[in-house]
Nanobody
Framework: EVQLQASGGGLVQAGGSPRLSCAAS????????IGWFRQAPGKEREEVSC????????TYADSVKGRFTISSDYAKNMVFLQMNSLKPEDTAVYYC???????????????????????WGQGTQVTVSS
């Protein structure tokens, strides 16, 4: 069975630095581009960051650039999102997703679109208190 399991969320204070994990089972992450998305209450889900196995390229939304870092450990079939300097506006459910496309050959409108991701994790809640 193909599964993505996101974990690592919780209640953190502003300025905190949690790390989210995304573990895959039933398929190999290094065949996919892996994205982190988030959905805040009352808002649409948005892409936060993406990493490609083929060349280790990464992308970040402007809102998290310089604060979040995406990384991978393909030996463990896992991808991580290190979040630093958290702000209350980072409060959201965070999802990891896998899409079989080349990140380096994809424009922003492609890799930020949910429809291009084949598998989704269940989401992990991150709540940032001020």
């Amino acid at each position: 069975e193909v599964q993505l399991q996101a974990s690592g969320g919780g209640l953190v204070q502003a300025g905190g630095s949690p790390r989210l994990s995304c573990a895959a089972s039933g398929f190999t992450l290094d065949d996919y581009a892996i994205g982190w998305f988030r959905q805040a209450p009352g808002k649409e889900r948005e892409e936060v960051s993406c990493i490609s196995s083929s060349d280790a390229s990464t992308t970040y939304a402007d809102s998290v650039k310089g604060r979040f870092t995406i990384s991978s450990d393909y030996a463990k079939n896992m991808v991580f999102l290190q979040m630093n300097s958290l702000k209350p506006e980072d409060t959201a459910v965070y999802y990891c997703a896998a899409g079989k496309f080349s990140l380096v050959n994809s424009g922003k409108s492609y890799y930020t679109h949910e429809a291009h991701y084949d598998y989704w994790g269940q989401g992990t809640q991150v709540t940032v208190s001020s």
